[in-house]
């Protein structure tokens, strides 16, 4: 399992922009529907690692984005 946490740097003039360009083509790709609890955190089976990979490195001008690889996901109470 993978786990992507990103975040989107731009200036305020051009973040709006940004932030349509980034998500149109996330929805775009099917990518959406790995989000989990907020837009900002994708989980995704390992099989996908290639195709998120390469779509996080052609907006790695604008988007800050770590992986992660993991066997599980708790959630702390």
Do not use: C
Not at 30 to 44: C, E, R
Request: no cysteine; net charge positive.
């Amino acid at each position: 399992m993978l786990v992507y946490l990103y975040d989107l740097k731009s200036s305020v003039k051009d973040y709006n922009r940004l932030k349509r360009n980034f998500y149109y083509h996330l929805n775009k790709n099917g990518y959406n529907q790995y989000f989990w609890k907020t837009k900002s955190v994708l989980v995704a089976p390992d099989e996908m690692e290639r195709a998120l990979d390469g779509f996080f490195k052609d907006f790695n001008k604008f988007v800050v984005a770590y992986k992660i690889h993991t066997d599980s996901i708790e959630e702390m109470e």
